[in-house]
């Protein structure tokens, strides 16, 4: 039942314990950072600004894998779960043999409306990498290769151990089961070659996605989805609660631990780890001490705060 008059101030769950709610936090953690996702009312320059955002973050990826990959020049590189594709894009143009995407959806072979400012930023990322070319005076080399595949990364269609180098960034959160999207991963890169999964936890602050993000701070973290349903029908309505609920139900809930102990039963050599914690959600969580004494089992107060999981990984066997 919520408590605190017409503005709910508690509410309190099916065990019987109150937890607090905080007028205005869903709007402030939604508003802590730019998006790079189109939104309707876009102008030019702010295309152009996610376009070169992307851009840079797609050559800050092909850097780190040409770290630990010598050989990238030669590579085939397969992205799972690669969305609007300009990863590949990126990937194929400036380092590799040969490029791969798979996605459930594939904005940029998409016609409708939906789809459209996707295929606008990826037109805007090609030209970008179009002018780089021709300044380098690479026009005369193999154009690059990229091909891009609408599939399941649970049941891909590619042969053993046909790629080099494989990543997948903010997908494993959705990819469902993820035991077996990992047992295909290790089945298509070779023995010796290189996985990079960089994953946005469930638990932290915005791990639950925009829509699981509500007025009673790390709600996703502290209650059942029941009574999360329950509390969104309270305040929004059952119509949001079940949008609310149905986001929430697509996503990985797992904890660090829970991640460690699934990717270390692979036959995968662990290279790095790196759990990124956000300041931003240590800055809140301290403004919200009730918080860590309400979590749901298993979870830690880590997992509050952990914004980023980057991994990479060495397949050991076939
Ligand atoms: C948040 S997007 C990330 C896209 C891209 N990797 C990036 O960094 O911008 C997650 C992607 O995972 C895809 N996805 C979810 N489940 C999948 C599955 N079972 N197989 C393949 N792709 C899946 C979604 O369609 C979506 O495009």
Same mark, same amino acid.
């Given at each position: 039942m919520p408590s605190g008059g017409g503005c709910m101030t508690t509410f309190v769950r099916t065990d019987g314990r109150p937890v607090r709610v905080v007028p205005g936090f869903r709007d402030r953690v939604l508003g802590s950072r730019p998006?790079?996702?189109?939104?309707?009312?876009?102008?030019?320059?702010?295309?152009?600004?996610?376009?070169?955002?992307?851009?840079? &973050?797609? !050559?800050?990826?092909v850097a780190a894998v040409a770290r630990r990959h010598d050989r990238l020049d030669g590579a085939a590189v397969l992205d799972v779960g690669c969305g609007d594709g300009i990863n590949? #894009?990126?990937?194929?143009?400036?380092?590799?043999? =040969?490029?791969?995407? /798979?996605?459930? &959806?594939?904005?940029?072979? @998409?016609?409708?409306?939906?789809?459209?400012?996707?295929? &606008? #930023?990826?037109? #805007?990322?090609? @030209?970008?990498? @179009?002018?780089?070319?021709? =300044?380098?005076?690479?026009?005369?080399?193999?154009?690059?290769?990229? !091909?891009?595949? !609408?599939?399941?990364?649970?049941?891909?269609?590619?042969?053993?151990?046909?790629?080099?180098? #494989? /990543?997948?960034?903010?997908?494993?959160?959705?990819?469902?089961? $993820?035991? &077996?999207?990992?047992?295909?991963?290790?089945?298509? $890169?070779?023995?010796?070659?290189v996985i990079h999964l960089r994953v946005d936890p469930y638990f932290w602050l915005r791990g639950c996605h925009k829509r699981g993000l509500v007025d009673i701070p790390w709600a996703h973290a502290r209650m059942t989805l029941e009574d999360f349903r329950r509390f969104v029908t309270e305040s929004e309505g059952a119509a949001m609660a079940a949008t609310r609920c149905a986001r929430l139900q697509t996503l990985n809930r797992l904890t660090l631990g829970q991640w460690r102990s699934l990717i270390g039963a692979g036959p995968f050599e662990v290279l790095e780890w790196t759990e990124e914690p956000s300041a931003f959600a240590v800055a809140l969580l301290e403004e919200c001490p009730d918080v860590g004494d309400s979590l749901a089992e298993g979870v830690e107060r880590r997992d509050l705060i952990h914004g980023r999981l980057e991994i990479w990984l060495r397949v050991t066997k076939a």
């Open positions: 998006s790079v996702t189109p939104r309707p009312d876009w102008t030019a320059e702010d295309y152009a600004r996610a376009a070169d955002k992307k851009l840079a &973050r797609a !050559r800050r990826l590949c #894009l990126v990937l194929a143009a400036v380092a590799v043999r =040969r490029a791969v995407g /798979v996605d459930l &959806r594939l904005p940029l072979f @998409e016609s409708g409306e939906m789809a459209a400012p996707a295929r &606008r #930023l990826a037109g #805007l990322v090609r @030209e970008r990498l @179009e002018r780089a070319r021709r =300044r380098a005076h690479a026009t005369a080399g193999p154009p690059p290769s990229v !091909r891009f595949v !609408r599939a399941d990364a649970t049941r891909l269609a590619f042969p053993d151990a046909c790629f080099d180098v #494989l /990543v997948s960034r903010s997908a494993m959160e959705h990819i469902a089961p $993820v035991e &077996r999207a990992l047992a295909e991963m290790a089945r298509v $890169v070779r023995p010796g070659g």
